[in-house]
């Protein structure tokens, strides 16, 4: 069997749990042989054994048997399918791709947007795999003035439908010159030329990429910009798509009233952030920090200037 059916095998298999929530292996038979993937054929035990070895390795995910309520399956750390992983979205890419793969009827009638520039994708995976350092050229956004640069790839972020590479640069001490540790964020779509180097890096030991971006709203870090308790209000139907959707893994309601909601987050205000709440600012307005608060006003108006 092809790598492509046994990873389709793989989703449709946890999917399949995570819908039933319990459900016994006499169950999963039945719904398999309604599957195309099945030709007619039983799920044999010891597949569907291998199967779920598999998907503890590449998802994290573990499929759990109660033997004390029937014999029912289930996932045995249904948290994970929560957290923001590379197997979680491994896992929710997939199955979209199988979904509308399935549905060629539609493919006219399902919009999708696209992700810029993700050709580097593979050589920053293959650097990092490597532990080379990579050689770019670079046009940064506020000029049309090429830099060359090399750093050390230390982590890959997905943000807005953009990739973002977090270049770690170091320069050792010298008699003139201190030495300089510091993180740099670069966006794919702003690379001009790349290639990998032969020059060697490790990983610093204490470096962990969820912990270091978990006080951001999203990829500008290294500003200067202090963690602060945020408040911020919602209004009308805004609550609820909050409620669903939230701005952060921070965030906590904290109150509510008759049509509106109160959400309590712990970041880093930076720009990208002010920008997301300005242009939602007729339905969100900032309680807390009276600083925050001060600064999304002077953006509004600096907006209504631009249409004077």
Aim: with cysteine; aromatic share 12%.
């Amino acid at each position: 069997m092809t790598a492509p059916s046994l990873f389709k095998e793989y989703i449709w298999l946890v999917n399949t749990i995570k819908r039933a929530r319990r459900i016994t292996f006499a169950e999963i038979q039945e719904k398999w042989l309604m599957t195309e993937m099945s030709e007619g054929v039983d799920l044999a035990r010891s597949t569907f054994n291998r199967h779920k070895d598999a998907i503890r390795d590449i998802f994290g995910i573990y499929i759990d048997c109660d033997r004390k309520n029937g014999y029912k399956y289930y996932i045995g750390n249904s948290h994970v399918l929560q957290e923001e992983t590379v197997q979680n979205w491994m896992l929710s890419t997939m199955t979209v791709n199988d979904i509308i793969s399935e549905s060629k009827i539609l493919h006219d009638r399902i919009l999708l947007q696209p992700v810029h520039s993700d050709d580097y994708l593979p050589m920053f995976i293959e650097a990092m795999k490597q532990k080379v350092r990579v050689a770019v050229k670079y046009r940064r956004y506020e000029c049309d003035k090429i830099t060359s640069v090399d750093f050390e790839p230390y982590c890959l972020k997905l943000f807005n439908q953009r990739w973002y590479v977090l270049a770690h640069f170091h320069r050792d001490a010298t008699p003139e010159k201190e030495e300089h540790d510091y993180f740099g964020v670069f966006s794919f779509d702003r690379i001009q030329e790349m290639e990998l180097t032969t020059v060697k890096f490790e990983v610093r030991d204490d470096f962990d990429a969820q912990i270091f971006f978990r006080e951001s709203f999203g990829v500008v870090v290294g500003d200067g910009t202090p963690v602060e308790r945020i408040v911020i209000r919602a209004y009308g139907s805004q609550r609820y798509y909050l409620r669903d959707l939230p701005l952060h893994a921070s965030q906590q309601q904290i109150g509510q009233g008759e049509n509106y909601a109160d959400f309590e987050y712990h970041l880093r205000p930076t720009i990208d952030f002010c920008g997301h709440v300005l242009g939602l600012s007729n339905h969100l307005k900032v309680l807390h920090p009276d600083s925050l608060a001060a600064r999304i006003r002077q953006m509004a108006q600096d907006t209504l200037k631009m249409y004077e």
